[in-house]
C-alpha cells in the first residue's frame, strides 16, 4: 500500500469519525512508525509501505479512535520546546501552560533567584522547562502521586536536569520545610460536577487525580494559599494557572491569605489563564 493512500485513509476515518484535527493527527501517526519527518512524508509519498507496517499503524488508528490522544498513545508530548515522557498517570502537558515558564524565564531576568517550587508537577514540564533555561536555578518538583514523580524524575534525566531538580511525593506542602523565591503551580481546577462533560481524551485518559478540583473546582487554591507563606521567602512570587471564569474567585482566595494579584494573563486564546501574586 502506497503512503499516500494509507495518508488518505487515515485523514478520511479520522475526520469521518470526528477527530478535531484529522490530518494532522494522520501526520503524526506515519511521522512516529515510519520515523520520518514532514519532508519525508511528501517525497516518499509513492513509496510501497510493507503490510507488517501497514497492520501497525491501523492498530495505532483503532486506538485513536476510542479517542486515546496521539501524545498518550506513543507515550511523549511536545511542551516549550522539549519532548516530555508523559503516561495516563500524568496530566497531558497544554500548550496553554507554557505561559508559566514565559512569565517565570522573565522573572528570573529581573530578580535573584535561587530556588523554584513546583506544585503538583505531574510530568515535570513546567519546572524541567524553566530550569533548562536557567541552569544555575534549582527547583522541586511535588506531587500526590508516586507514578507521576517516577515520570518526572525520567524527564529529568532526559534532559540531563538531575543535578539542579529534585521530586518528591507530598500532599501539597505539608513535606516541605524550606524556603523559596519563585513557587509556580497548575493545579487541579475542574469542578467534581464537570468532569463526566469534558472531552473523552481528557475525562478518559488523564488522571482524575490532576483534574478533580472539588466541588467549585477552587479547593486546591484554598490548599495552597492557606500554607503557602510557609514556604516563600520574603521577594517571592507565586504563578498559577486557572481555568475558565475563575480569576475573581482565585483573587479574593489568595487575598484573604495576605497575598497581592501582581497581574493577570491571557492564554493563546485570550482567556485569563494564569495569575501571579506576591
Not at 494522520?26 to 519532508?39: G, I, P, Y
Not at 523559596?180 to 475542574?190: E, G
Request: glycine share 6%; with cysteine; charged share 30%.
Amino acid at each position: 500500500m502506497l503512503l499516500s493512500e494509507i495518508k488518505k485513509k487515515l485523514s478520511n476515518n479520522f475526520l469521518i469519525n470526528g477527530i478535531d484535527t484529522p490530518e494532522l493527527d494522520a501526520r503524526l501517526v506515519l511521522k512516529e512508525v515510519l520515523s520520518f519527518n514532514d519532508k519525508d512524508l511528501i517525497l516518499e509519498e509513492n513509496t510501497n509501505i510493507s503490510g507488517e507496517i501497514v497492520e501497525k499503524i491501523f492498530a495505532i488508528e483503532a486506538r485513536r479512535l476510542t479517542g486515546e490522544p496521539i501524545s498518550k498513545i506513543f507515550k511523549k508530548r511536545d511542551f516549550y520546546e522539549s519532548t516530555f515522557v508523559i503516561s495516563n498517570d500524568v496530566l497531558d502537558p497544554r500548550p496553554e501552560t507554557e505561559l508559566i515558564v514565559e512569565i517565570a524565564n522573565n522573572f528570573i531576568k529581573k530578580n535573584e533567584v535561587k530556588n523554584i517550587l513546583d506544585l503538583g508537577t505531574g510530568s515535570g514540564c513546567i519546572l524541567l522547562s524553566i530550569l533548562k533555561e536557567n541552569k544555575k536555578v534549582n527547583g522541586l518538583g511535588i506531587d500526590l502521586s508516586k507514578e507521576a514523580i517516577k515520570i518526572a524524575r525520567k524527564n529529568s534525566k532526559k534532559l540531563q536536569l538531575e543535578k539542579n531538580s529534585n521530586f518528591l511525593i507530598s500532599n501539597w506542602m505539608n513535606s516541605i520545610n524550606f524556603k523559596y523565591d519563585l513557587v509556580v503551580s497548575n493545579p487541579p481546577y475542574i469542578a467534581s460536577g464537570d468532569i463526566k462533560k469534558l472531552s473523552k481524551n481528557v475525562k478518559d485518559f488523564d488522571p482524575i487525580l490532576s483534574l478533580d478540583g472539588g466541588d467549585d473546582g477552587l479547593d486546591c487554591y484554598r490548599v495552597i494559599a492557606k500554607d503557602l507563606k510557609r514556604v516563600i521567602n520574603k521577594n517571592a512570587i507565586i504563578i498559577i494557572e486557572i481555568g475558565h471564569n475563575q480569576s475573581l474567585s482565585v483573587i479574593e482566595i489568595f487575598k484573604k491569605n495576605n497575598f497581592k494579584l501582581i497581574k493577570k494573563y491571557n492564554d493563546i486564546n485570550g482567556l485569563e489563564r494564569v495569575l501571579t501574586f506576591h
